[in-house]
T-cell receptor
């Protein structure tokens, strides 16, 4: 069965600094990987997804992620963060239709 | 319209009450989901409907009863809940076909408090 591990529960960073949020997955078959963001008291919004093809995926709000099959990783990066990026970030994996499993989440806090 | 709406935004209920949560989407999606999210935790899948039929029930207690009256609506009926059921309940929708890479669109959630 598929699963994801988010290696950091909290990531504090200063404004305009780069950030990387780490995600490792476990699966016995081909997987589809997602990053979602959740702002306080809101639902989840898709940042980006990897289905196939290029291993570097670009998403909204300047985020990108790289799929690394040998390392079973799908880390999320942004070269320069803003205060407004403060939120909870979830990595998710899907093997079969309609079955998505989320990681525990990483709380990104951007400080001025 | 790329929005999933949920009502009410907040709900406070006693353990003997009966209430319902409502979810609506007009994107033509034929898969709809209920998730439960406790504070500082990821969403946990509860139910999946595909083409208005229940396809996944993650061993959810019977005090939660889902209903999909048509392709745009999803309800979650609540009865005899416990305080530990207090959480954010999220609804989502997606296209059911085309492989497992379908993005799920989430609503803003209903914040439920059981007294």
């Amino acid at each position: 069965a598929q699963s994801v591990t988010q290696l950091d529960s909290q990531v504090p960073v200063f404004e305009e600094a780069p950030v990387e949020l780490r995600c490792n997955y476990s699966s016995s078959v081909s997987v589809y990987l997602f990053w979602y963001v959740q702002y306080p008291n809101q639902g989840l919004q898709l940042l980006l997804k990897y289905l196939s093809g290029s291993t570097l995926v670009k998403g909204i709000n300047g985020f990108e992620a790289e799929f690394n099959k040998s390392q079973t990783s799908f880390h999320l990066r942004k070269p320069s963060v803003h205060i407004s990026d403060t939120a909870e970030y979830f990595c998710a994996v899907s093997e079969t239709a309609n079955d998505m499993r989320f990681g525990a989440g990483t709380r990104l806090t951007v400080k001025p | 319209d790329t929005e999933v709406t949920q009502t009410p935004k907040h709900l406070v209920m006693g353990m003997t009450n009966k209430k319902s949560l409502k979810c609506e989407q007009h994107m033509g999606h034929r898969a709809m989901y209920w998730y439960k999210q406790k504070a500082k935790k990821p969403p946990e899948l509860m139910f999946v409907y595909s083409y208005e039929k229940l396809s996944i029930n993650e061993s959810v207690p019977s005090r939660f009863s889902p209903e999909c009256p048509n392709s745009s609506l999803l309800n979650l009926h609540l009865h005899a809940l416990q305080p530990e059921d207090s959480a954010l309940y999220l609804c989502a929708s997606s296209r059911p076909r085309g492989g497992p890479g379908n993005e799920q669109f989430f609503g803003p959630g209903t914040r439920l408090t059981v007294l």
